[in-house]
């Protein structure tokens, strides 16, 4: 059995990992299909996560089927599943008010802990969530960054007709055109990168790009900030119009000048959101069920794991959207 391995920062080798134990009563053992490459995972490879616990196996955007099931786990032998990848306790307030997302004790896998880049995993069945017959492995691989956006967008509620800018042509800035776009509002990617450009047009219609630059006088009832740099925060309060909202997907740890009047003399909303809950999960696969609901342009490549090299370099290159390794 293979898995991929992070000695130190950019030190990634596929090795022969060591035999799995023998599975508790409440996990099962998971033959993983697709593992799709997280910007984390990248900043985990280059050394910019400063919690993450090297050595380590990365990875935690993956869709396989349960091959061995604990005695006291519902999920038979043969379901396909993906893993919800952020563990949570369910006993602190946050936990039982549903915001697992938020979870004082809260810890990422691929990060604090090993992932899931390997041909066989074994994990806590509460942390894998089934995949309906009808999403195919290659589409069911977006399900976990898809409900990123599925809760980011929840805050806003976004209705048809209105003005929508999304800032940073990423993977989370690409679901939220699609996303944006079936609730029939009015979308505008504003990104550096020309590619990252074309490929938001296919996930739309009518979808206006622009250059930061080129934005102008033009205001948003709401501002999806998924690029995370200073400049893109600060532009998605300049554009914002009164009454308006922004959703922060985007994550800097940089100073951000704050526009304090305007936010408060414009009743401007800020929303923060990170990652998702179950309840995410499962509208993000409701989303997937239509097969009307083309999230393809987003998943860029699908590469053979023996040539993970070329993946990690692809995906740090910034010309590709979704980089998946076919395990």
Known sequence: MLELYLNQPGELVLREAKALPAIKKNEVKIKVVYGGICGSDLKVYKGLITYA???????????????????????KVGTRVV???NTFCGQCEYCKRGKTNICESKQPIGVS??????????IEAKYIVAVPDEIADERAVLIEPFAVTVHALRHANIQEGDSVAIIGGGTEGLFSVALANKVGAKITVIDVNPVKLEIAKRLGKNVQTLHPKDVGDQFF?????????????EQAMKIVKPG????????????????ALKITRSE?????????????????IEYLKD????????LSKVIPLTDFHQAFEDALGGNFAKIALKF
């Open 83 to 85: 893993v919800f990848p």
């Open 113 to 122: 802990s090993d992932g899931v880049f390997a041909q066989e995993v074994i």
């Open 291 to 298: 097969p009307t609901f083309d999230l393809s342009p987003v």
């Open 244 to 259: 308006g909202a922004i959703v922060a997907i985007g994550i800097t740890c940089d100073p951000v000048n704050y526009p």
């Open 53 to 75: 616990a090297y050595p380590l196996r990365p990875g935690h955007e993956v869709v396989g089927t349960v091959i061995e099931a604990g005695q006291e786990v519902s999920h």
């Open 221 to 233: 009832d709401v501002v999806v900030e998924a690029a995370g740099v200073p400049a893109s925060i």
């Open 268 to 284: 401007v909303t800020i929303y923060g959101s990170i990652i998702y809950t179950l309840k995410d999960f499962a509208d993000a």
